[in-house]
């Protein structure tokens, strides 16, 4: 079990979760460092981060929920989620390729029909059903809500 502190994102940490963020192969559009939750071990290598991304004034959005490679199972994508979840307000949305939904079941994330989806969602989920047979993804994706 990897060894780890909880903190907010600094401007510093901003080019590691970044790197995080594409080595992971997750959305990278609008991440703001201010938004995020880091993991760090003892001597402050970021090992996953989280952030609470708002589209507009009535949405939020978990999202670019990263852990490393090498600390991937160990608990630290769930502290991260733990955290978040007590700061977020409901009902909170998010985005995750279809596998991953029983993972974030656990937390009372449910998955929503097109017609239940907010706008910004549909019109995601849409283009995704689009381009997901073009690239070879199977998986899906789904869009998630917590009330």
Request: aromatic share 8%.
């Amino acid at each position: 079990m990897a060894d780890f502190t909880l903190r907010a994102a600094t401007e510093q940490d901003f080019p590691g979760i970044r790197r995080l963020i594409h080595l992971v192969g997750i959305n990278p559009m609008s991440l703001d460092w201010r938004r995020f939750l880091i993991a760090v071990d003892s001597s402050g290598q970021l090992l996953g981060c989280g952030q609470l991304k708002p589209h507009g004034k009535e949405v939020i959005e978990l999202a670019s929920i990263a852990v490393e490679p090498a600390y991937q199972h160990q608990g630290i994508a769930s502290a991260i989620i733990d955290q978040l979840l007590g700061r977020a307000p409901r009902p909170l949305y998010l985005i995750c390729r279809g596998p991953m939904g029983p993972f974030y079941e656990r937390w009372g994330f449910r998955s929503l029909s097109l017609p239940e989806m907010p706008s910004y969602f549909r019109r995601l989920a849409r283009l995704a059903g689009v381009v997901a047979p073009l690239i070879g993804d199977s998986g899906g994706m789904l869009v998630m809500e917590l009330k």
